[in-house]
């Protein structure tokens, strides 16, 4: 059964730094590309993040370019989210999503990032 | 980017009845659409992709259709279990991979 389980969100300060991991089980992680997706509270869903399955290239949205970075590890099954200067606007439940194709099977439950001083 | 337009924003039916949410591409994305529902407090869903293919799972009175920049997701038979927010995604061009806006499905 696939898992993505996420980890790492909590209340931080505008400016801050924090680090959102997803640990993924039930597959071969490092066969597959992921991302990350956000969703504002009472909003829509907002694509953030990419990364291939080796690597090889990353993706970014440009709300978060140039403050936030994806990274994987496959020998640990672990993508990982480092987001750098937070704005109140970055408020948001993270989830980690499986790309299938070019759509999302699975998600994660999400992990709530809140910034706000 | 393209622009997903999703309508409308909200939406209350009865039980049993047949409700369409539209979404609408600003450039041609060839079926690439996928139709996510997210029932509250939970992760979404995939229901359908390739604009008109069932995820597995999914109940046949969900459908998708459409072409070009005009795409549609159908429930047929209103259940109680269906009252959640629905949302489109493109995958034709990306990155970004864009998302509609959302419609809220309520019961009446």
């Known amino acids: 059964e696939v898992q993505l389980v996420e980890s790492g969100g909590g209340l931080v300060q505008p400016g801050s730094s924090l680090k959102l991991s997803c640990v993924a089980s039930?597959?071969?992680?490092?066969?597959?590309?992921m991302h990350w997706i956000r969703q504002a509270p009472k909003k829509g869903l907002e694509w953030i993040a990419l990364i291939y399955y080796d690597s090889s290239n990353k993706y970014y949205a440009d709300s978060v370019k140039g403050r936030f970075t994806i990274s994987r590890d496959n020998s640990k099954n672990t993508l990982y989210l480092e987001m750098n200067s937070l704005r109140s606007e970055d408020t948001a439940m993270y989830y980690c999503?499986?790309?299938?194709?070019?759509?999302?099977?699975?998600w994660g439950q999400g992990t709530l990032v809140t910034v706000s001083s | 980017d393209i622009q997903m337009t999703q309508s409308p924003a909200s939406l209350s039916a009865s039980l049993g009845e047949t409700v369409t949410i539209e979404c609408r591409a600003s450039?041609?994305?060839?079926?690439?659409l996928a139709w996510y529902q997210q029932k509250p407090g939970n992760s979404p869903q995939l229901l359908i992709y390739?604009?008109?293919s069932l995820a597995d799972g999914v109940p046949s009175r969900f459908s998708g259709s459409g072409s070009g920049t005009q795409y549609s997701l159908k429930i047929n038979s209103l259940q109680s279990e269906d009252v959640a927010s629905y949302f489109c995604q493109q995958y034709n061009n990306y990155p970004p991979l864009t998302f509609g806006s959302g419609t809220k499905l309520e019961i009446k």
């Open positions: 450039e041609d994305i060839y079926s690439n």
């Open positions: 390739d604009a008109n």
């Open positions: 999503a499986k790309q299938d194709y070019d759509w999302f099977a699975y």
């Open positions: 039930g597959f071969t992680f490092s066969s597959y590309n």
